[in-house]
């Protein structure tokens, strides 16, 4: 059974930085596209971050240059560094694996998901 794990979130002030973790288990994901995504109360998920099988990295023009995608195939693990909090980067994050369906920059194309890590920054 596939489990993404995430973890790291927390509550911050603005300025601040966070790194989030996805552990993957179940099945190795060294080959596939993972990605991070964040919804705040009231709004629809969106698309934050992803990095390829090949570490080839995306993100969303709101986080460019603020936060870094990585990945460490040995652990199963994708990470999301966030520095320069800002109060609208609240949001609970989920982290994605193996898009099947479309663009990697789309939540519909992931079937596996991890229950979500709650981001809170304050001002």
């Known amino acids: 059974q596939v489990q993404l794990v995430e973890s790291g979130g927390g509550l911050v002030q603005a300025g601040d930085s966070l790194r989030l973790s996805c552990a993957a288990s179940g099945r190795t994901f060294s080959s596939a596209d993972m990605g991070w995504f964040r919804q705040a109360p009231g709004k629809e998920r969106e698309f934050v971050a992803a990095?390829?099988?090949?570490?080839?990295?995306y993100y969303a023009d709101s986080v460019k240059g603020r936060f870094t995608i990585s990945r460490d195939n040995a652990k199963n693990t994708v990470y999301l560094q966030m520095n320069s909090l800002k109060p609208e980067d609240t949001a609970v994050y989920y982290c994605a694996a193996d898009p099947k369906y479309g663009s990697i920059l789309s939540s519909l194309a992931y079937d596996y998901w991890g229950q979500g890590t709650q981001v809170t920054v304050s001002s």
């Open positions: 990095i390829t099988w090949s570490h080839s990295t």
